[in-house]
T-cell receptor, first 115, second 113 residues
Framework: AQSVTQLGSHVSVSEGALVLLRCNYS??????LFWYVQYPNQGLQLLLK??????LVKGINGFEAEFKKSETSFHLTKPSAHMSDAAEYFC?????????????FGKGTKLSVKP | NAGVTQTPKFRVLKTGQSMTLLCAQD?????MYWYRQDPGMGLRLIHY???????AKGEVPDGYNVSRLKKQNFLLGLESAAPSQTSVYFC????????????FGPGTRLTVL
């Protein structure tokens, strides 16, 4: 069965520093992988997704993620953190091959950005 | 274009009471989902629907029922609320399932006393 592990429930960075949020997945089939962001008191919105095209995926707000099959990872990065990036970030994997799966979410990583 | 809307935004129930959460989407999506979010647990799928009139169980369906009588609406019911159902509930919708973006509503914060 597919699963997702997010390393670190809380990450704190300084404004302007590199953001790195870690996600490892387990999947018996080629995975579809997603990063969603949740700002305080809001629903989730998609940052980016990997669906077996380019391994480096660019998303909104300057975020990107690289799919590494050998490491079963899909880490999220941003070169320079802004205060507005403070939010909770969720990695998710589709639990089935093709278009018939449901999303399995990780437990989330809360990002704090210090001035 | 409102996207996905949820009513109510907040609700407090006593143990044993019932209630229905309403989700509506105006994007003509076939698929709709109900999740619950608990601290440190991420989002867990309760039930989902693959089209009007069809529903299926997700990861944590016990204590909940759903209905999709109209394509744009997806209702989540709690017949006899329990304190363990205190949570934030999110509805989402998408064109397809596994590969497609899910669009989320703003959530309903439910407290069961």
């Amino acid at each position: 069965a597919q699963s997702v592990t997010q390393l670190g429930s809380h990450v704190s960075v300084s404004e302007g520093a590199l953001v790195l949020l870690r996600c490892n997945y387990s999947s018996s089939v080629p995975p579809y992988l997603f990063w969603y962001v949740q700002y305080p008191n809001q629903g989730l919105q998609l940052l980016l997704k990997y669906t077996s095209a380019a391994t480096l995926v660019k998303g909104i707000n300057g975020f990107e993620a690289e799919f590494k099959k050998s490491e079963t990872s899909f880490h999220l990065t941003k070169p320079s953190a802004h205060m507005s990036d403070a939010a909770e970030y969720f990695c998710a994997v589709s639990d089935n091959v093709g278009s018939q799966g449901n999303l399995i979410f990780g437990k989330g990583t809360k990002l704090s950005v210090k001035p | 274009n409102a996207g996905v809307t949820q009513t109510p935004k907040f609700r407090v129930l006593k143990t044993g009471q019932s209630m229905t959460l309403l989700c509506a989407q105006d994007m003509n999506h076939e698929y709709m989902y109900w999740y619950r979010q608990d601290p440190g647990m991420g989002l867990r799928l309760i039930h989902y629907s693959v089209g009007e009139g069809t529903t299926a169980k997700g990861e944590v369906p016990d204590g909940y029922n759903v209905s999709r009588l109209k394509k744009q609406n997806f209702l989540l019911g709690l017949e006899s609320a329990a304190p363990s159902q205190t949570s934030v509930y999110f509805c989402a919708s998408s064109y397809f399932r596994g590969t497609d973006t899910q669009y989320f509503g703003p959530g309903t914060r439910l407290t069961v006393l």
